[in-house]
C-alpha cells in the first residue's frame, strides 16, 4: 500500500479589483519596467535595440491610454 501526499487543490478567489482596473494597474506597471529599463536595453542591442525599445513603450503608452479612456466611459454609464 502507498501512502499518498498532500494533495494540492488550485482555486480563484474573486479579486475585489475590477477585470478593466486591474487591467489598467497592469499595463501602468509595464509602462514603468520599461521606461526603467530602456536605456540598458537600448546600450544592448544598438540602433535595432533602441528602435524596437521605443516600439514596445509606445505600444505600452498606447494600451495604458486605451485601457483608461474604457475605464473612465464605464465608470460615468454606471
Do not use: F
Not at 499518498?4 to 479589483?17: A, C, F, I
Request: charged fraction near 30%.
Amino acid at each position: 500500500m502507498a501512502l499518498e501526499g498532500p494533495q494540492l487543490v488550485y482555486s480563484r478567489t474573486e479579486e475585489d479589483e475590477p477585470a478593466l482596473a486591474r487591467a489598467l494597474r497592469l499595463a501602468r506597471e509595464v509602462e514603468e519596467l520599461l521606461e526603467d529599463t530602456s536605456s540598458t536595453a537600448a546600450g544592448m542591442g544598438g540602433a535595432n535595440g533602441a528602435h524596437s525599445t521605443r516600439i514596445v513603450r509606445a505600444m505600452a503608452a498606447s494600451l495604458v491610454d486605451e485601457l483608461d479612456a474604457i475605464v473612465r466611459d464605464a465608470r460615468k454609464t454606471a
